[in-house]
Nanobody, 125 residues
């Protein structure tokens, strides 16, 4: 079973940058990968997804233009580059993998088969 482990979270100031990493225990080249985030009392929210070979990307409107999702299939690692961070970006960020080949990148949490334990990102104002 594929395992995902996120890293790179922390406490940062408003308008700063942070890069999250997601290291997989096995090959991810045939999977779409993504990031979700969650704050206490709220459902998990789609952030970004990237298709196999990096051919497609999709972003939530709230992060479009500020966040970039990248993948390195040689290192089996997915990244989330976050720029111009805002306090409302504060959340636990989860890396996810979708095992099924689809025509579109999914934004619903139930479409993803494997989740990492998450990494906390806190943005101070």
């Amino acid at each position: 079973q594929l395992q995902l482990v996120e890293s790179g979270g922390g406490l940062v100031q408003y308008e700063s940058s942070l890069r999250l990493s997601c290291e997989a225990s096995g090959q991810i080249s045939t999977y779409a990968m993504g990031w979700f985030r969650q704050t206490p009392g709220k459902e998990r929210e789609f952030v970004a997804a990237i298709g196999r070979n990096g051919d497609r990307t999709k972003y939530a409107d709230s992060v479009k233009g500020r966040f970039t999702i990248l993948r390195d299939d040689v290192e089996n690692t997915v990244y989330l580059q976050m720029n111009s961070l805002k306090p409302e970006d504060t959340a636990i960020y989860y890396c996810v993998a979708d095992f099924y080949y689809r025509d579109v990148l999914m934004t619903i949490s139930t479409a993803y088969d494997v989740w990492g334990p998450g990494t906390q990102v806190t943005v101070s104002s």
